[in-house]
């Protein structure tokens, strides 16, 4: 049995684009963050920013300057990610 599937890009991006997706996206993003402040010392800076590309999206970052050392000696912002159910990857990468 042969099936015809045609993907409708207008239909996808109008999905990407709306205010449930957009709901979801900060929702996880909030999980993420408080998934990592609980694996830092208390009072750490963990900002969330909200953002829009061609759809919602959002960034967390561990705003101290010892941010770059807990990720990279414990992966506090690796094990978040996925403690969350999200796949982490790095800008660039």
């Known amino acids: 049995m042969l ?13 990407l684009r709306s205010d449930e997706v ?10 993420v963050r408080a998934r990592i402040r609980a694996k830092l010392p208390p009072g750490t800076s963990v900002t969330l920013r909200t ?7 959002a960034s967390v970052t561990i705003a101290h300057v010892q941010g770059m050392g807990w990720q990279a000696r414990d992966g506090v912002i690796t094990r978040s990610v ?3 159910g999200f796949e982490f990857k790095a800008w660039g990468g």
């Not at 953002?51 to 919602?56: A, I, K, L, M, Q």
């Open 3 to 15: 099936v015809d599937f045609r993907l409708d890009a207008a239909g996808v991006r109008e999905v």
């Open 22 to 31: 957009r709901q979801m996206v900060d929702q996880a993003a909030e999980d």
């Open 82 to 84: 996925s403690e969350a």
């Open 51 to 57: 953002y829009t590309t061609d759809r919602g999206a």
